[in-house]
């Protein structure tokens, strides 16, 4: 093991030496510190300082609330804008008398596709019956989900 150099026993005197070395090292400049706290223009300045650094913090917190609400505020309005949509009743839609016997089929059947309304109302081909379906359900009056190749429709 290796001997510290510096170290002395304390019999031999060596701890008033420490003592005395951490006072000079540590306690005397922070008594010198405390001395200078002491000064009524110290305080002043750190008094000034802090209500400085105060006025600034509530300006920036008094800008952050108004953007805040601002937010707050466009949120509410479409939250508005989307309650009153919901709120309102649907109009009653006209249909030509074949859209409203397809709307029918498609009510009692559950889901049809296009091919189901061809074969039904003896359409030639799929795309008239595709065509109303899809007219049907940009009015809202049907749903639609994708089953494989097939697009299958439901009443809402």
Same mark, same amino acid.
């Given at each position: 093991?290796?001997?510290?150099?510096?170290?002395?026993?304390? +019999?031999?005197g060596?701890g008033?030496?420490?003592i005395?070395?951490?006072?000079n090292?540590?306690?005397?400049?922070?008594?010198?510190?405390? &001395?200078?706290?002491?000064?009524?223009?110290?305080?002043a300045?750190i008094?000034?300082?802090?209500?400085?650094e105060k006025e600034?913090?509530?300006?920036i917190?008094?800008t952050?609330?108004? &953007?805040i609400e601002e937010?707050f505020?466009?949120?509410?309005?479409?939250?508005d804008?989307l309650?009153?949509?919901?709120?309102k009743?649907p109009e009653?839609?006209?249909?030509p &008398?074949?859209?409203?016997?397809?709307?029918?089929?498609?009510?009692?059947k +559950?889901?049809?596709?296009?091919?189901d309304?061809?074969?039904?109302?003896g359409y030639?081909g799929?795309n008239a019956?595709s065509?109303?379906l899809?007219?049907m359900?940009?009015?809202?009056?049907?749903s639609?989900? &994708?089953?494989?190749?097939a697009?299958?429709?439901?009443?809402?």
């Open positions: 093991m290796k001997k510290n150099e510096n170290y002395k026993p304390i +019999g031999e060596s008033k030496e420490a005395e070395e951490l006072k090292e540590i306690i005397s400049p922070l008594e010198n510190e405390i &001395q200078k706290l002491r000064d009524p223009l110290v305080i300045a008094m000034h300082t802090a209500a400085t600034n913090t509530n300006r917190l008094k952050l609330v108004a &953007q937010k505020a466009k949120i509410e309005a479409r939250l804008a309650e009153a949509s919901i709120k009743e009653e839609v006209l249909l &008398q074949v859209d409203e016997e397809i709307f029918k089929f498609v009510k009692e +559950g889901y049809v596709s296009a091919e309304v061809r074969r039904r109302f030639k799929k019956a065509s109303r899809n007219r359900y940009e009015m809202g009056l049907l639609k989900k &994708q089953v494989g190749r697009v299958l429709y439901s009443a809402r």
